[in-house]
T-cell receptor
Framework: KQEVTQIPAALSVPEGENLVLNCSFTDSAIYNLQWFRQDPGKGLTSLLLIQSSQREQTSGRLNASLDKSSGRSTLYIAASQPGDSATYLCAVGTGANNLFFGTGTRLTVIP | DTAVSQTPKYLVTQMGNDKSIKCEQNLGHDTMYWYKQDSKKFLKIMFSYNNKELIINETVPNRFSPKSPDKAHLNLHINSLELGDSAVYFC???????????FGQGTRLTVV
């Protein structure tokens, strides 16, 4: 059974810092990995999708990497801003119809 | 246009009642999901469904049942609601084969 873990559970950084969020998964037989953002009381917003054949994806200040063999992904956020404060979730797609979520990292960027 | 929409956004009901949450997607996706987000914010998959196969998480009580009138809709019906069913329920969809998943805004269910 696929298990997805995110470390740290919570992170607080001053504005302007670069930061890395970690995601690990137990079964390397994945189709893809997707990073989401969730604001309090809101739904999930997709940030980046990495297919299993890819090593990384970039969107603006965000860069996500994938090392399938070691069961790890990282989300790098450059020059953090208070608006980046949210919970970040990684989700692993295994098989055609399964999508398993990690436990989330709650990020606070202090102005 | 909202890609994945759920109704209602909030639902307060008494124990023992039967309720439904509706989900519609206009993305042409063939796979839809229901997730439950508990008080610790963990998202747990309940069902995944396409026009060929329903996959049920074995830990989901049989009081919960997905109903799909067509490919664009996957409703969640809950019988005999219990206090522990209080949570936020999310609907999602994607195209089979590992494409990007899109989520609805969630339905906050409160059982009193």
């Amino acid at each position: 059974k696929q298990e997805v873990t995110q470390i740290p559970a919570a992170l607080s950084v001053p504005e302007g810092e670069n930061l890395v969020l970690n995601c690990s998964f137990t079964d390397s037989a994945i189709y893809n990995l997707q990073w989401f953002r969730q604001d309090p009381g809101k739904g999930l917003t997709s940030l980046l999708l990495i297919q299993s054949s890819q090593r990384e994806q970039t969107s603006g200040r965000l860069n996500a990497s994938l090392d399938k063999s070691s069961g790890r992904s990282t989300l790098y956020i450059a020059a953090s801003q208070p608006g980046d404060s949210a919970t970040y979730l990684c989700a692993v797609g295994t098989g055609a119809n399964n999508l398993f979520f990690g436990t989330g990292t709650r990020l606070t960027v202090i102005p | 246009d909202t890609a994945v929409s759920q109704t209602p956004k909030y639902l307060v009901t008494q124990m023992g009642n039967d309720k439904s949450i509706k989900c519609e997607q206009n993305l042409g996706h063939d796979t839809m999901y229901w997730y439950k987000q508990d008080s610790k914010k963990f998202l747990k998959i309940m069902f995944s469904y396409n026009n060929k196969e329903l996959i049920i998480n074995e830990t989901v009580p049989n009081r919960f049942s997905p109903k799909s009138p067509d490919k664009a809709h996957l409703n969640l019906h809950i019988n005999s609601l219990e206090l522990g069913d209080s949570a936020v329920y999310f609907c999602a969809s994607r195209r089979t084969g590992g494409t990007e998943a899109f989520f609805g805004q969630g339905t906050r269910l409160t059982v009193v």
